[in-house]
């Protein structure tokens, strides 16, 4: 992932909070020299602040890493631990501010940083699809801590290992029906595979498409709608059985690219979603919240 200059001038401004004497607020955080080494060697890039101060020495040692073999892998690990939440959890909106920041100048590049599972993660933007995003934003708040690592996992490998992606792409909506499922009190189905689980929440959900409270004028469409769901989520274990990476894979035998990965993360995510809305509609009430569950 090439990243351009001004990627590293946002890097400056977000690790060093601005300079000592700007009147203007830091973006995020204002860290001392000692705490900018220390972030650094967090990153693993050796710094030391010298005669050329805080911003002068930080941004010649991006400048320096960017040039190493290894320099895009440096500069990811520097965007990803300045966007960490864990910096921030005295004001969230101080690491609300850096995340911001960041993909405004990420976006040209075709980057953009989310956070799942208390983690920030620098993937590809076209991975980040708006229904990701909102599947992502869904089980954040809610106590579905497989799940967030499942899209973490997905997006991440969307790009660089397509079928690791199609694999991760499948636990999450596994994931998600069993976690529904267990909600409502149902038992798993015996054959706890992709498609015994989704046809037995749809079964929990109504959302059967052998369902007969339908009225005649769209009696046809909405069964040809819900068989639909089950028919995605059948291609996608599918596409897991036969080219993800989850029964082994031969070396150096790639069976699908990043196009396919990113139509099964798009769709399982959008599949995922659906059915935690359609659980919270019909119980009128949200998922039970990580404060709640604990």
Not at 58 to 77: E, F, S, V, Y
Not at 160 to 178: H, I, K, M, N, P
Not at 217 to 237: F, M
């Amino acid at each position: 992932m090439p990243f351009s200059p001004f990627v590293i001038k946002a890097l400056v401004d977000t690790i060093t909070g601005g300079g000592g004497n700007d009147t203007a607020p830091p973006i995020g955080i204002y860290r001392s020299g000692p705490k900018i080494e220390q972030f650094f060697l967090d990153c693993g890039i050796d710094m030391r602040i010298g005669q050329g101060g805080r911003l002068g020495a930080t941004t010649d040692a991006l400048r320096l890493a960017a040039g190493q073999w290894n320099g895009d892998d440096l500069l990811k690990n520097a965007l990803e631990r300045v966007a960490d939440p864990r910096d921030y959890l005295a004001d969230e909106t101080k690491g609300n501010a850096v995340v911001d920041h960041l993909n405004r100048v990420l976006e040209a590049d075709r980057l953009t940083i989310i956070i799942v599972n208390g983690k920030s993660h620098l993937v590809p933007r076209d991975a980040a699809g708006s229904a990701v995003t909102a599947c992502t934003a869904k089980v954040r708040v809610l106590d579905f801590d497989t799940v967030e690592l499942d899209i973490a996992r997905a997006l991440a490998n969307t790009s660089t290992d397509a079928e690791d992606a199609v694999t991760a792409a499948c636990s999450l909506l596994e994931s998600v029906c069993r976690s529904i499922l267990i909600e409502l009190q149902r038992p798993l189905p015996p054959k706890k595979d992709i498609d015994g689980l989704i046809r037995a929440v749809q079964d929990a959900l109504n959302l059967s498409p052998g369902r007969s409270d339908l009225s005649a004028e769209i009696e046809q469409d909405v069964r040809q709608v819900l068989g639909g769901l089950t028919s995605v989520a059948k291609g996608i274990g599918a596409l897991r059985t036969h080219a993800g990476d989850a029964h082994g894979r031969e070396r150096g035998f790639k069976r699908i690219d990043a196009r396919i990965a990113r139509l099964a993360v798009t769709a399982a995510s959008s599949l995922a979603l659906f059915l935690i809305e359609t659980w919270e509609q019909q119980q009128h009430r949200a998922l039970p919240l990580r404060e709640e569950s604990q």
